[in-house]
């Protein structure tokens, strides 16, 4: 889609030509900004012309995922992780085409922050923490599940730009349980949940799709079925639309914790 308000589309060098402001944008892939009218934009700064690495295994031996690495290149990353398998399953829930697929970036899904955001959905369940660049020139850290606030809702203020996507080594070592709904074979999910087994015996359940953020459940260990039932039920964030109603929503993702809660040791 055209988007004639824009006067400018930038390819920065480097951070210092960034100048961002309300109405001009980070640039990902481009596959939601160009998809829908942007009235309220008048420049776009293409974050690819940076050069960031994709991805780059840390020193602690973790991963840090750059925000421009896309769906596609984020699913070629060796399999050198427990948790690893997650970044597939978290890819395909996306209702995309093979466009999307090569050109959305990890970092432009997350901050759409729409509920289907299956990078949402792996950041959250993975205790992901966001390196964002402020306008003066600092950092800030925040984990996804705080991030996003809502739909379309995020912390992210104008000027700030999604650097990194930070996964520590002990989510990464996890092992994981997905589970996902729509009401159409080929649909946006109705809720995406998502389970994981520390090493220590922690159990984590994230709920993504079916709420309009992402909401995170931790335990020391799995609990009781009735408990994860009862926390699961009374998450408050469903929402109806399209894609499914909340009461479906809800009953279904209680399901689904419960057969997570079963597979992964309970
Ligand atoms: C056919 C189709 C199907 C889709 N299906 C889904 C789906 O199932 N689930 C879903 O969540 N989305 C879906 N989308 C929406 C969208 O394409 C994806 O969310 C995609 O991942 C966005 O990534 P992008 O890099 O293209 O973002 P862009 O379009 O480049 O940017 C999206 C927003 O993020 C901002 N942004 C981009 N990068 C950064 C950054 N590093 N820091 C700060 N802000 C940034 C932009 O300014 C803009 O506001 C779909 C889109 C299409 C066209």
Redesign the pocket.
Known sequence: MDLPTLTEVRLPASRADLALSATV???????????EPQPHLTG?VD?TALGWTPWERRDDGGLSIA??C??AQLVAIPHEWAAAPLFRRCAE?????F??WR??????????A???????ALGAALDAELV?WTPDGGERRQRVEDFVLAQRATT?LPG????SIELAPGPLSAVTGFRRISLAALG??GTVVIGRRDADGGFVLCVTGGTVRPEVLRYAAPPAASALADDVGALTTWFTDAHGAADWRRAMSVRFAEELRQELGA
Do not use: C, D, F, H
């Not at 829930?93 to 085409?97: N, P, R, T």
């Not at 700030?160 to 650097?163: D, L, N, S, T, Y």
């Open positions: 944008v980070p640039l990902g892939g481009g596959t939601w900004l160009y998809s776009l974050l925000a421009t896309t769906i829930s996306l209702l995309q085409s466009k999307v050109t959305a970036t990890v970092g432009g899904n997350i901050a759409t729409l509920a289907a955001g299956a990078m949402i964002i992210a700030e730009v999604v650097r946006r999910a």
